[in-house]
């Protein structure tokens, strides 16, 4: 069997990255990109998430670590903000109590949309360990404002704050301009109307005018050689009277 010369040789195996500058050449396939809006719109958004600087308890430890070098999660676009009106992503980390929940409805408000929450830790879930005989933590964080991703732990891991953040980033990838109306949120909370009271206020300030504080004890008075007020000695007087009978 003779082969025929006169066909063309093999092309030799492509180099994917090679070492000299690429030729610009005139296939359409390498010179235009096809794309939807929803896809660049979207990804635009999940490549430069910019998470607001909030914490109320020790979750905020861990995600602090996250902008050290260590786990460094400025790779992900994430840079943190001070200022609600540019930031689209709260991470609640840290137990929310009643003092605390309108500041934190307050912020979310401020935040320009589309934003996006991360509840993190069991105290912002679920109330934790204050679920059971606290008067004032907050029983899940989603009784103020939505809750994108839940992420539980006591507290959870740095690792785990990234692990939440990649879910975050794929659903926004499958958001939709057109239907983010339909499935817009209606109603903020759903809870059960409490059965706590309101009862007086223990600290009045009142001690702070006692005569104690103002007029030390005789006692005291003559041991840093202070000289004693006459309503003193005029009690002390009464008080052996009486013990006199």
Not at 3 to 10: I, R
Not at 62 to 73: H, M, N, V
Request: proline content about 9%.
């Amino acid at each position: 069997m003779v082969l025929n010369s006169n066909l063309p040789t093999q092309d030799k195996e492509r180099i994917i990255n090679p070492i000299e500058r690429p030729t610009v050449t005139q296939d359409l396939s390498e010179n235009v990109i096809l794309t939807t809006v929803d896809d660049l719109y979207n990804w635009a958004r999940l490549s430069s998430l910019w998470p607001l600087l909030f914490g109320t308890a020790c979750c905020f430890i861990e995600f602090a670590a996250l902008i050290g070098s260590r786990f460094d999660f400025d790779r992900f676009g994430l840079i943190p903000r001070s200022s609600p009106r540019q930031a689209d992503l709260i991470i609640t980390a840290g137990t929310i109590t009643m003092k605390m929940a309108p500041q934190l409805v307050r912020l979310y408000e401020q935040m320009p949309e589309p934003k996006y929450v991360i509840a993190m830790g069991a105290c912002t879930i679920t109330g934790g360990m204050f679920s059971v005989d606290s008067p004032t933590a907050v029983r899940g964080v989603d009784k103020l404002i939505p809750v994108d991703v839940y992420l539980p732990g006591c507290p959870p891991r740095p690792e785990a704050i990234i692990d939440a953040i990649i879910k975050l980033r794929k659903k926004i990838a499958n958001d939709s301009i057109q239907e983010r109306d339909q499935i817009k949120q209606t109603h903020r909370y759903y809870s059960t109307t409490h059965n706590l009271k309101p009862v007086a206020e223990i600290l009045t300030g009142k001690y702070m005018q006692s005569d104690t504080r103002f007029t030390p004890p005789k006692e005291l008075a003559e041991a840093i050689g202070l000289p004693v007020p006459p309503a003193l000695l005029t009690s002390q007087k009464q008080k052996e009277e009486t013990n006199r009978g």
